[in-house]
């Protein structure tokens, strides 16, 4: 799916990040206020990244990040809760922390992330992860076969995305549904 207000930047589409984000969390807004039983968390994104922090983020990397993980965070420095109990990665969360160390703990545990989704580990950089459960996202590297893609996984591959930017908005369709079954549409 590509928004309305995606443009091109040098032949890579780029989303209109603000708007994307203001729609993510009105719809995640709309399941708060139908959650009655507070299932989960549903707070706002964070303040955006400095180019500074993105910059020191890639240097410890050792590689650029995707074009629109970089966007975002400029954007969004990561969001807590972004879906039921799955956080969103900050620039800092790609290199150190508990949600990385998380992250790459679930992905030491699967057996053979090659078989599973085409890649070796060290194609692989976790975005986001689920600290309660074995959801972990990630993205392929610059130095991969197929840069740029991400996959859910959660001892298998669930889902596939062409890119971050098609990820997230998955993600809010996936939030949409949520709000269905909370109102008992679905």
């Avoid at 970089?70 to 969001?79: D, E, I, K, T, V």
């Avoid at 992905?107 to 992330?113: A, D």
């Amino acid at each position: 799916m590509i928004s309305s207000q995606t443009t091109f930047v040098s032949g890579v589409s780029t989303m209109d990040w603000k708007r994307e984000i203001l729609i993510a969390h009105m719809v995640r807004q709309k399941n708060a206020e139908a959650d009655q039983a507070s299932l989960w968390e549903y707070p706002f994104p964070e303040v955006a990244a400095s180019t500074e922090q993105i910059d020191s983020t890639e240097k410890m990397l050792g590689f650029s990040l995707d074009l629109e993980l970089r966007l975002f965070l400029l954007h969004a420095n990561g969001w807590h809760s972004f879906f039921q109990t799955i956080d969103l990665f900050s620039a800092e969360d790609l290199v150190q922390g508990a949600r990385f160390d998380r992250a790459n703990a679930l992905l030491q545990s699967l057996e053979s992330l090659q078989e599973l989704c085409g890649f070796r580990r060290e194609e692989l950089t976790p975005i986001a992860v689920a600290m309660e459960d074995i959801d972990v996202f990630v993205i392929s590297t610059p130095n991969s076969t197929n840069p740029g893609k991400v996959f859910w996984l959660a001892g298998q591959v669930i889902d596939e995305f062409t890119g971050f930017d098609e990820w997230f908005l998955a993600m809010v369709d996936y939030s949409r549904h949520q709000y269905r079954q909370l109102i008992g549409e679905e």
